[in-house]
């Protein structure tokens, strides 16, 4: 028998979202609204996803989007799907999306609100036409100019100013996952009844993981602390739990939503071709990077907390090393120079954990 019809008691997101505004009594009801626009937008793109290879949908438009990648026709419609649920409604001044050079104004006939929306439509779209998991990435601030239209200001704001982050992964299953500084909780997608139902509350990133998540392809332009940190990941040493698993799906959000449920590290670092590494501050490490946070983990850039680094640009890039606590300190160490390939043994009494 489908779970949802066992008890007849079910805890939509819906729900769970107005049982978590009950906990700020300060709260109007805004922030909840937003996100209940998002997650419609999620279900949408879901829906599309889903149908990719029976609708035409799979495969690349002629147009190069601003990051000078391919756009899949997917992207497009992920990209136009979240502005056309959110900017009507009042809640939000400005958007700004990892598909467009520039921010999205809210358009004249509709109001603007508090809140400011950044996303990534779809994250990982290189791997559509394999059929492997993608997803949306979201981003909401408050805004810091006062009335009207919102500006680039609004979304040029550090991580740690976030009142909400999350995604939505097209995987097996359609799996919505939100923070709003108050944990970081899953729900998974019932299609037959067209809703998201808590399946994972409460997460927490276990302290240490085993798994390393990187596109070793890279190694050879990778700078010395990242190599001798995924060798020394590689070594064996039971009392450390090494050598690690190596996982790599290439869409951020998977590599990330696994990182999240069973610990580890994943990482995409800066190298001797592109300082900065490949994934964007604003759209891809802050939301990922709040989320980890709420359930216990560490984000780094190598050597500064990613919530605390200052944007400069909207599509600024950065290099980005994200999991469990243990394994983000670690590469820290390795990154900073703190701690080097030793014989074995010696690396353990150099830490305190
Ligand atoms: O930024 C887009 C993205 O597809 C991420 O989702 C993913 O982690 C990364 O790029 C993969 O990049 P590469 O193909 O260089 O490993």
């Given at each position: 028998?489908?779970?949802?019809?066992?008890?007849?008691?079910?805890?939509?997101?819906?729900?769970?979202i107005?049982?978590?505004?009950?906990?700020?009594?300060?709260?109007t009801g805004e922030l909840s609204n937003l996100l209940y626009d998002v997650c419609l937008a999620?279900?949408i793109?879901?829906?599309?996803?889903?149908?990719?290879?029976?609708?035409?949908?799979?495969?690349?438009?002629?147009?190069?989007?601003?990051?000078?990648?391919?756009?899949?026709?997917?992207?497009?419609?992920?990209?136009?799907t979240v502005r056309n649920c959110v900017q009507h409604t009042g809640r939000i001044c400005v958007m700004?999306?990892?598909?467009?050079?520039?921010?999205l104004h809210i358009p004249d006939n509709y109001p603007t609100g508090k809140y400011v929306l950044?996303y990534?439509?779809?994250?990982?779209?290189?791997?559509?036409?394999?059929?492997?998991?993608?997803?949306?990435?979201f981003?909401i601030?408050?805004r810091?100019?006062?009335?009207?239209k919102g500006?680039?200001?609004?979304?040029?704001?550090?991580?740690?100013?976030?009142?909400g982050?999350?995604?939505?992964?097209?995987?097996?299953?359609?799996?919505?996952?939100?923070?709003?500084?108050?944990?970081?909780?899953?729900?998974?997608?019932?299609?037959?009844?067209?809703?998201?139902?808590?399946?994972?509350?409460?997460?927490?990133?276990?302290?240490?993981?085993?798994?390393?998540?990187?596109?070793?392809?890279?190694?050879?332009?990778?700078?010395?602390?990242?190599?001798?940190?995924?060798?020394?990941?590689?070594?064996?040493?039971?009392?450390?739990?090494?050598?690690?698993?190596?996982?790599?799906?290439?869409?951020?959000?998977?590599?990330?939503?696994?990182?999240?449920?069973?610990?580890?590290?994943?990482?995409?670092?800066?190298?001797?071709?592109?300082?900065?590494?490949?994934?964007?501050?604003?759209?891809?490490?802050?939301?990922?990077?709040?989320?980890?946070?709420?359930?216990?983990?560490?984000?780094?850039?190598?050597?500064?907390?990613?919530?605390?680094?200052?944007?400069?640009?909207?599509?600024?890039?950065?290099?980005?090393?994200?999991?469990?606590?243990?394994?983000?300190?670690?590469?820290?160490?390795?990154?900073?120079?703190?701690?080097?390939?030793?014989?074995?043994?010696?690396?353990?009494?150099?830490?305190?954990?």
């Open positions: 028998m489908d779970s949802v019809f066992r008890s007849t008691e079910v805890m939509t997101i819906e729900r769970f107005m049982d978590q505004e009950r906990l700020h009594p300060e709260a999620a279900k793109i879901s829906r599309q996803v889903r149908r990719a290879g029976l609708s035409d949908i799979l495969g690349a438009m002629d147009t190069i989007n601003i990051q000078g990648e391919l756009q899949q026709k997917l992207d497009v419609f992920a990209n136009d700004a999306s990892e598909e467009e050079e520039d921010v950044l990534d439509p779809l994250d990982g779209s290189s791997n559509i036409d394999a059929n492997v998991t993608i997803g949306t990435i981003s601030y408050r810091i100019t006062r009335s009207g500006t680039v200001q609004d979304c040029l704001q550090p991580g740690y100013k976030q009142i982050a999350g995604y939505c992964i097209y995987g097996s299953s359609t799996m919505l996952v939100y923070t709003t500084g108050d944990g970081v909780h899953g729900f998974t997608f019932d299609p037959s009844i067209g809703e998201f139902l808590l399946s994972h509350e409460n997460i927490r990133i276990p302290k240490q993981g085993k798994i390393y998540s990187v596109n070793e392809g890279n190694y050879r332009w990778w700078y010395d602390g990242v190599k001798k940190y995924v060798k020394y990941l590689q070594e064996e040493d039971k009392a450390t739990n090494r050598p690690y698993s190596g996982r790599y799906v290439g869409s951020m959000v998977a590599d990330v939503h696994r990182t999240l449920l069973y610990g580890g590290i994943f990482m995409y670092p800066g190298d001797t071709r592109q300082h900065d590494g490949k994934l964007r501050l604003m759209y891809e490490a802050n939301p990922t990077a709040f989320i980890i946070e709420q359930a216990g983990g560490r984000s780094s850039n190598g050597t500064q907390r990613i919530l605390d680094i200052q944007p400069k640009a909207l599509h600024q890039r950065t290099p980005l090393f994200i999991g469990s606590d243990h394994d983000v300190e670690i590469v820290e160490e390795f990154i900073q120079g703190k701690r080097d390939l030793t014989p074995k043994g010696d690396n353990e009494q150099r830490t305190s954990h």
